[in-house]
């Protein structure tokens, strides 16, 4: 099936329309019409080749809300016009250890992403969610239970969401704990609303003044310019988990100093560049930890959606017709956005 799409034929063109192939559904598969797909920064560094090893032509984006428009013959769990979700993931081995336990993040075969990762569909890998639909197997498919009207601002939720709330739900933020969220852009803001909801005290850590009100109204209880010697040393030792969604390189010191025992400073962000080695001794005399979080399994990813649509919270966006892609990249290089880009798909007809 022919479905027109946005993508790059290089790491050094603009992204420019296409006409892309789409599989029929098989028997287990949903075909679902995409509205809003939002816009991460991990399509900018795919799209430009800036981690290596991108499969051109590449049509990233895997933040995506659609309707289901087909279902295969053995699809029970979905019907035409449900309002549903795609992540990061539309497949993995299915049975190894970590996709037994819902960690299809973890596959130990690999999981397949939504962009591309190799495929037996044409051209070979994966085309992800600047497209106008896909077809994706019915266990990788999430039901949204939110109100039509905030469809584009739940797009976010499906990458930016699920890699803030994993974190926090493994190291139990909830009331009478203590969390910190270091950054305050696409993944941060997430992690402020998301820590709030979830009952904890949230102290937000930025490098600008300028953001203090705004980490505020999203809900954050306390707010720390982190470039402040004094307001950084007020927190010593008070943390028991501090989510970093900084992907930029620095000084991890910092922030393990906040931590108290058995803290943990858990890092969503993989920078350009390494970190500077931290100091061991640090967390060894504190019994701390340095750890990392990878998106979210697909139950993890739906529990978040269900808890969203509870509580009423979806990312905060700016909609973009596709054809200000490159602009809208050029923006987030700059962190001009508050806080994620949410591409309409009607435009991708234009």
């Given at each position: 099936m022919t479905t027109k799409a946005y993508g790059a034929h290089a790491a050094d063109k603009p992204l420019e329309a296409l006409d892309i192939q789409r599989r029929a559904p098989g028997a287990h598969d949903v075909q679902i019409d995409i509205a809003y797909c939002g816009v991460c920064h991990s399509d900018l560094h795919t799209v430009r080749s800036e981690w290596g090893g991108t499969l051109y032509p590449c049509v990233p984006g895997h933040e995506i809300v659609g309707h289901v428009t087909a279902v295969g013959s053995d699809v029970a769990g979905f019907k035409v016009g449900d309002t549903v979700g795609v992540g990061c993931l539309v497949d993995s081995c299915q049975h190894?250890?970590?996709?037994?336990?819902?960690?299809?993040?973890?596959?130990?075969?690999?999981?397949?992403?939504?962009?591309?990762?190799?495929?037996?569909?044409?051209?070979?890998?994966?085309?992800?969610?600047?497209?106008?639909?896909?077809?994706?197997?019915?266990?990788?498919?999430?039901?949204?239970?939110?109100?039509?009207?905030?469809?584009?601002?739940?797009?976010?939720?499906?990458?930016?969401?699920?890699?803030?709330?994993?974190?926090?739900?493994?190291?139990?933020?909830?009331?009478?704990?203590?969390?910190?969220?270091?950054?305050?852009?696409?993944?941060?803001?997430?992690?402020?609303?998301?820590?709030?909801?979830?009952?904890?005290?949230?102290?937000?850590?930025?490098?600008?003044?300028?953001?203090?009100?705004?980490?505020?109204?999203?809900?954050?209880?306390?707010?720390?310019?982190?470039?402040?010697?004094?307001?950084?040393?007020?927190?010593?030792?008070?943390?028991?988990?501090?989510?970093?969604?900084?992907?930029?390189?620095?000084?991890?010191?910092?922030?393990?100093?906040?931590?108290?025992r058995d803290g943990t400073l858990c890092l969503v962000g993989v920078p350009e560049h390494a970190h500077p080695s931290p100091n061991v001794a640090a967390l060894i005399f504190g019994r701390k930890a340095i750890a990392g979080s990878l998106i979210g399994g697909i139950a993890e990813t739906q529990e978040m959606l269900d808890f969203c649509a509870e509580h009423g919270i979806v990312s905060d966006i700016e909609l973009i017709p596709v054809q200000q892609i490159d602009s809208a990249y050029e923006r987030m290089v700059k962190s001009d956005v508050k806080y994620r880009f949410v591409i309409d798909s009607a435009t991708l007809a234009a």
């Open positions: 190894c250890h970590a996709c037994d336990d819902g960690l299809e993040q973890y596959c130990e075969n690999g999981f397949t992403g939504t962009y591309n990762s190799a495929t037996k569909d044409a051209p070979g890998h994966t085309l992800g969610g600047y497209s106008q639909r896909i077809v994706v197997d019915e266990k990788f498919v999430l039901r949204i239970r939110h109100p039509e009207s905030q469809l584009a601002a739940v797009a976010p939720l499906l990458c930016a969401g699920i890699t803030t709330w994993s974190p926090l739900r493994h190291w139990n933020a909830g009331p009478g704990k203590k969390v910190g969220i270091v950054g305050i852009g696409g993944l941060g803001h997430m992690g402020i609303k998301l820590a709030h909801a979830m009952g904890a005290h949230v102290v937000a850590f930025t490098t600008s003044e300028s953001k203090r009100q705004d980490a505020l109204d999203l809900g954050a209880d306390e707010v720390v310019v982190s470039r402040n010697a004094d307001e950084m040393k007020a927190h010593t030792g008070s943390f028991g988990f501090i989510l970093n969604t900084v992907a930029a390189s620095h000084d991890l010191d910092a922030f393990t100093r906040l931590l108290k």
